[in-house]
C-alpha cells in the first residue's frame, strides 16, 4: 500500500524560505518519478516540479522556475522540495506524489504571509 507523508509546511514571510519533505514507502522508490504538487483555496491542484528516478532529469513550473528545488534521496525513500524567495501566491497545501499518481496525502500547508 502506498503511503505519502509530507512535511516542514508552516507561515513564513515574503521572502522567506522552506524545505519539504515527503517520506514515500508501499512502492520501489527508485524506480520512480516524483512529483510535487501544490492547491490554492479555490483552484485546482497543479504540478509544480518533478524529478527522475534518478534524480538527473527535473522539471519546474514556470511560477516556481528559480526559486524552488526538487530533490530526492533513494536511500531514505524521500523526495523534498526546496522553496526560496517565496511569494503569497505560493500558499496552497503542498502534496507529493509518484508518477503514475496513487491516492494522494494528507498534504503539508505553506502559507506566505507578512
Known amino acids: 500500500q502506498v503511503q505519502l507523508v509530507e512535511s516542514g509546511g508552516g507561515l513564513v514571510q515574503p521572502g522567506g524560505s522552506l524545505r519539504l519533505s515527503c517520506a514515500a514507502s508501499?512502492?520501489?522508490?527508485?524506480?520512480?518519478?516524483m512529483t510535487w504538487y501544490r492547491q490554492a483555496p479555490g483552484k485546482e491542484r497543479e504540478l509544480v516540479a518533478d524529478?527522475?528516478?534518478?534524480?538527473?532529469?527535473?522539471n519546474y513550473a514556470d511560477s516556481v522556475k528559480g526559486r524552488f528545488t526538487i530533490a530526492r534521496d533513494n536511500g531514505k525513500n524521500t523526495v523534498y522540495l526546496t522553496m526560496n524567495n517565496l511569494k503569497p501566491e505560493d500558499t496552497a497545501v503542498y502534496y507529493c506524489?509518484?508518477?503514475?499518481?496513487?491516492?494522494w496525502g494528507q498534504g503539508t500547508q505553506v502559507t506566505v504571509s507578512s
Open positions: 524529478i527522475s528516478s534518478s534524480g538527473v532529469i527535473t
Open positions: 508501499g512502492f520501489t522508490f527508485s524506480t520512480y518519478t
Open positions: 506524489n509518484k508518477w503514475p499518481l496513487s491516492p
